[in-house]
């Protein structure tokens, strides 16, 4: 599957999600504006970092997201090979499967 395909996926089931459950769809989504308000981390940095947790949790759906969003806010592909290192530094062997499929997600999009 395309990672386009994954992402309207992910994004299909976090509506149902939210149509399920509003009110704690609602308050994940204040936390998710919370933490990526304006500050001193440019919106891309933030979802790079987001990325990397989400690697080395091996969430593949979070790496997918994340990866659309680094890349939507600008992102440019070397800075985020950068970061898919630090991730594979701190989440070895796993972390560099799902670092390689970030990539190649982020490549596609």
Avoid: W
């Amino acid at each position: 599957m395309s990672a386009k395909q994954e992402l309207a996926e992910m994004n299909a089931r976090a509506a149902a999600l939210y149509k399920a459950d509003g009110k704690t769809m609602s308050a994940f989504r204040g936390l998710m504006a919370a933490a990526n308000r304006e500050g001193k981390l440019g919106p891309a940095m933030k979802e790079m970092i987001a990325l990397a947790v989400a690697i080395g949790r091996g969430c593949e759906d979070c790496i997918i997201f994340h990866t659309a969003e680094a890349k939507s806010r600008g992102a440019s592909r070397d800075e985020f090979v950068e970061v898919l290192a630090i991730a594979i530094e701190m989440s070895g062997g796993p972390g560099t499967v799902y670092a390689a499929k970030a990539l190649a997600a982020y490549d596609e999009l």
